[in-house]
């Protein structure tokens, strides 16, 4: 584990687009934060009702289709996985969120405009050191042919993807790589999210993907990809699913030591994993990167605790 500081942004930076489920406008402003701040969203719409939320797992109030994040007052936005994934993927460790609406814009449906952002603001180092939260034992949570785990390792984040869709154009899929900088902007930042054009009916109908377009969505038919660009990457439906398990694991609060093994996961698996990890204190130790020894036996990461509940892992 080498030495580092916390980062932050050089400059504020805007980005516009629409929410992919809402519909609606929608402007995202990523500013600089204090070190210790960690990453904080706050919903800037409302004149007089002004909210922030710290992006951290007990925030999650919902994982159906996107990672929402709220408070006891309710929702505060939703679809933030591919803007968390950006700013930890690019190590990014405080930033303020400010969205003008009720969902991050969905872009072109992955975390490359926010990458594209990030780079624009520049990224500058603090004086605190960095904490970062290591994994000690293994920890898993399954369903069915589904599971998600969180193992050691010496040093760094490992992720080991895997997908099985029941599509021609999809199938088994999987990926594995250690998450540098580098990696997350090559292999991972491009990759799209991604639907069927037999399920749109119905999630209109509940309200969902009112956004959704080929502008911002890989579009599946029963044999054939409707986008005209094509794919971006071979298998950038794993790819994505990756993206997401970034963006998700972000809400540790802190850069992982660590690797992560999912088999048919989603949003909802992430959070129960990461859920199931900061629920055992045994399971984890908050490390600062020019000290090897825990913190004062898991102490605050950003402001968080770890909490004295179980997982969800329904």
């Known amino acids: 584990m080498r030495a580092a500081r916390q980062t932050t942004l050089r400059e504020q930076v805007t980005v516009s687009g629409i929410g992919v489920h809402s519909g609606l406008p929608v402007n995202l402003t990523l500013n600089p934060a204090d070190a210790g701040t960690g990453i904080v969203f706050s919903r800037t719409d409302a004149a007089g009702c002004e ?7 007990r925030a999650v109030t919902a994982t159906e289709l996107a990672t929402v994040l709220g408070d006891e007052s309710g929702v505060l936005c939703s679809t933030a996985e591919h803007v968390l994934a950006a700013l930890r993927g690019l190590g990014v460790d405080n930033a303020l969120v400010e969205v003008d609406g009720p969902e991050v814009p969905i872009m072109d449906g992955s975390a490359a405009p926010f990458v594209a952002a990030i780079d624009q603001a520049g990224i500058v180092s603090l004086s605190k050191a960095r904490r970062y939260i290591k994994v000690l034992k293994p920890v898993r949570v399954a369903k069915g042919e589904a599971f998600g785990e969180l193992r ?26 250690d998450l540098t900088a580098d990696a997350f902007r090559r292999d991972l930042s491009r990759a799209r999210t991604f639907g069927f054009m037999k399920d749109v009916s119905a999630l209109w109908s509940a309200g969902k993907a009112l956004g959704a377009s080929f502008e911002n969505t890989l579009v599946l038919s029963e044999n054939r990809i409707l986008n005209t660009e094509g794919l971006r990457y071979a298998d950038e439906f794993v790819r994505h699913k990756a993206l997401d398990a970034v963006g998700d694991l972000a809400l540790a609060g802190a850069p992982i030591i660590g690797a992560y093994r999912s088999v048919r996961g989603g949003h909802r698996l992430n959070h129960a994993v990461l859920v199931a990890l900061m629920s055992d204190p045994t399971a984890y130790a908050v490390v600062e990167a020019d000290e090897r020894r825990p913190v004062r036996g898991h ?10 509940y179980g997982p969800d892992v329904s």
């Open 51 to 57: 909210r922030e939320v710290r992006a951290d797992y």
């Open 152 to 177: 050691p390792q010496d040093s760094g984040f490992s992720i080991d993807i895997e997908i099985n869709f029941d599509s021609v154009l999809i199938g088994r899929q999987s990926i594995a790589m």
């Open 299 to 308: 102490a605050e990461v950003a402001g968080m605790v770890a909490p004295a």
